[in-house]
């Protein structure tokens, strides 16, 4: 069923945007966050759009959404448990993001990891992890499991 005010389908987020200090945009710590979000996440950077210092834009899988990136002078701040959602099909893709960012932190303690949890609701479970790597939200990945 579609709604009314979207006829061709379900709308979806497409991007998440987020200031940052120009240091954090740097050749080093750009490198840094390209390697962290593409070995836990398989997020990529669209090269053509990074400018060093000012902007970097990490695709989410796909090209259609994305993490944007931007320098500023008054960079965003915000609590530990601000976050944008990723939902991912099933609890092993869950389990396997956390895998991959305690593999991550073993090497880097810049990893800010809140371990999987379930929050039962009866109709619905609610699997999820939060996880930063250096950028002012947390991500939280979420696995809906549904009662039967």
């Known amino acids: 069923m579609t709604?009314?005010?979207?006829p061709t389908g379900n709308p979806h987020f497409n991007?998440?945007?987020?200031?940052m200090p120009a240091d954090l945009l740097d050749a080093g710590n750009r490198t840094d966050i390209c390697t962290f979000w593409r070995e836990v996440?398989?997020?990529d950077e669209?090269?053509?759009?990074t400018e060093d210092r000012r902007r970097l834009i990490l695709s989410c899988v796909h090209w259609d959404q994305f993490?944007?990136?931007?320098?500023d002078d008054d960079p965003m701040r915000c609590p530990r448990m601000d976050h944008f959602g990723?939902?991912?099909g099933s609890l092993d893709e869950v389990q396997g993001v956390q895998s991959r960012a305690e593999a991550f932190r073993e090497r880097d303690d810049r990893v800010d990891l809140i371990d999987l949890h379930t929050d039962d609701q009866n109709v619905v479970k609610?699997?999820?992890?939060?996880?930063?790597y250096l950028l002012p939200m947390m991500c939280e990945v979420?696995?809906?499991e549904f009662a039967a």
């Not at 991007?15 to 200031?19: C, E, L, Q, T």
């Not at 993490?67 to 320098?71: G, H, K």
């Not at 609610?126 to 930063?132: G, M, T």
Request: glycine share 2%; aromatic share 26%.
């Open 15 to 19: 991007h998440v945007a987020m200031s």
């Open 41 to 43: 996440f398989g997020f």
């Open 86 to 88: 990723f939902a991912v």
């Open 3 to 6: 709604h009314p005010y979207y």
């Open 142 to 144: 979420q696995w809906w």
């Open 126 to 132: 609610i699997h999820s992890l939060y996880v930063s």
């Open 67 to 71: 993490i944007f990136l931007i320098a």
């Open 46 to 49: 669209i090269a053509v759009m």
